[in-house]
């Protein structure tokens, strides 16, 4: 072989082995990400649990990764959106509202309904004396998703996620302007567990909580 050609198949070589080596190096990421999120959704699986014991597994086994998948496309924190999932239900997937809202999120049907166009139909509730069936809107996976189409509704309008979230809870005329607190509050104390993968750290304790938001990660 003359001292071209060996030249030639050493840099061949060289070419192979390089692009190996970088296909074998996005294969770890790629595992090493898969079970990051493995890891994220567990630990969000844990708070469902250890904030509603009686959670049933079966339900809420897809909601972390809808709830991040979700909460990425509207633009918030997903440690936010499990705050207010906690505030609206404390995660009881059953739950009705006293004007008939239901689920994590506490959406009405008739909310709900706005949105089918984007996300399709979903199966309404049929309560009556004698049946008690809540349809889509009691699976943490449906309400997740309708509830965050009407936060991104919401912001399109009010970019402020305070002004979103009061209209999200008490309509356009905002009348309960404690929730955003309630919130906020429950917000807090997400940010102080490194294993919810927060967008936002906890502050030192000397420091107002709503800095919080400020302080990015």
């Known amino acids: 072989m003359s001292t071209h050609a060996k030249a030639l198949a050493i840099l061949a070589l060289g070419f192979a082995a390089a692009v190996g080596s970088l296909v074998a190096v996005r294969q770890v990421i790629a595992v090493a990400g898969e079970a990051d999120s493995q890891r994220l959704n567990r630990a969000i699986l844990s708070y469902v649990a250890e904030k509603n014991p009686q959670a049933p597994i079966r339900a809420f086994q897809q909601f972390p990764q809808v709830l991040v998948a979700e909460a990425e496309k509207t633009g918030i924190d997903h440690c936010l959106a499990l705050a207010q999932a906690d505030v609206e239900s404390e995660f009881k997937h059953d739950a009705v509202g006293t004007s008939g809202e239901i689920g994590v999120f506490q959406i009405l049907p008739s909310t709900a309904a706005i949105f089918e166009p984007k996300l399709g139909r979903f199966r309404r509730p049929a309560i009556s004396k004698t049946q008690r069936d809540l349809g889509d809107l009691a699976d943490p996976i449906t309400s997740t998703r309708f509830a965050m189409a009407?936060?991104?509704?919401?912001?399109?309008?009010?970019?402020?996620?305070?002004?979103?979230?009061?209209?999200?809870?008490?309509g356009p005329a905002g009348r309960h302007p404690h929730y955003y607190r309630m919130v906020m509050g429950a917000y807090v104390e997400i940010l102080e567990r490194p294993a919810l993968r927060c967008r936002f750290r906890a502050v030192p304790k000397d420091v107002p909580a709503v800095t919080a938001l400020l302080v990015r990660a």
Do not use: V
Request: overall charge positive.
């Open 150 to 170: 009407y936060i991104r509704d919401i912001m399109s309008r009010k970019p402020a996620i305070k002004d979103a979230l009061t209209e999200y809870n008490g």
